[in-house]
T-cell receptor
Framework: DVKVTQSSRYLVKRTGEKVFLECVQDMDHENMFWYRQDPGLGLRLIYFSYDVKMKEKGDIPEGYSVSREKKERFSLILESASTNQTSMYLC???????????FGDGTRLSIL | SQKIEQNSEALNIQEGKTATLTCNYTNYSPAYLQWYRQDPGRGPVFLLLIRENEKEKRKERLKVTFDTTLKQSLFHITASQPADSATYLCALDMSLIKAAGNKLTFGGGTRVLVKP
């Protein structure tokens, strides 16, 4: 079974802090994704990567950056956390092409 | 702009009945559509994928249809059970330029509650 592991289930940080969310997948997937999920707004794509060191902006990249130095690991970085970045963050991975995405169980991030 | 709409109201249904969910999209012609299930506090789990040249796809008690003329997909859960209670999300690749990235856009989801 595909396993997508997110480093924390719950995280509390302060405004202005630099925050790192880590995601690791064990299925040799080329593609990795970061989403945030908010009530009433659904799942929104922040960034995705289709290869090591490659990244593309999703629908809401502002305030975020990503890093993919190894195929199995995709990091989401909040450069200077703000309260409007309080959300559930979900990581996913997939093979290239028309393939299902496999999700982690999310990190609930609170910015105080 | 491109849009995916799912009924935001919860669907309450009696055990044993068929639940039918809709997913409508505008201003785009996707090559395929996917359905996911999400339980509270968990990430979405893939259920079914249907391509534009497929009218119907089945998996156990689940059935998906895809009408590219109506720009609509229907998701059916037959002989529903309380364990089917969850939120169901549809997703389409709505990127204008097809990269290798399989970039999906998700609908807001419909919550289903199956009562015993």
């Amino acid at each position: 079974d595909v396993k997508v592991t997110q480093s924390s289930r719950y995280l509390v940080k302060r405004t202005g802090e630099k925050v790192f969310l880590e995601c690791v997948q064990d299925m040799d997937h080329e593609n990795m994704f970061w989403y945030r999920q908010d009530p009433g707004l659904g799942l929104r794509l922040i960034y995705f990567s289709y290869d090591v060191k490659m990244k593309e902006k999703g629908d809401i990249p502002e305030g975020y950056s990503v890093s993919r130095e190894k195929k199995e690991r995709f990091s989401l970085i909040l450069e200077s956390a703000s309260t409007n970045q309080t959300s559930m963050y979900l990581c996913a991975s997939s093979f290239q092409g028309i393939q299902p995405q496999h999700f982690g169980d999310g990190t609930r991030l609170s910015i105080l | 702009s491109q849009k995916i709409e799912q009924n935001s109201e919860a669907l309450n249904i009696q055990e044993g009945k068929t639940a039918t969910l809709t997913c409508n999209y505008t201003n785009y012609s996707p090559a395929y559509l996917q359905w996911y299930r999400q339980d509270p506090g968990r990430g979405p789990v893939f259920l079914l994928l249907i391509r534009e040249n497929e009218k119907e796809k089945r998996k156990e008690r689940l059935k998906v249809t895809f009408d590219t003329t109506l720009k609509q997909s229907l998701f059916h859960i037959t002989a529903s059970q309380p364990a089917d209670s969850a939120t169901y999300l549809c997703a389409l690749d709505m990127s204008l330029i097809k990269a290798a990235g399989n970039k999906l856009t998700f609908g807001g989801g419909t919550r289903v509650l199956v009562k015993p």
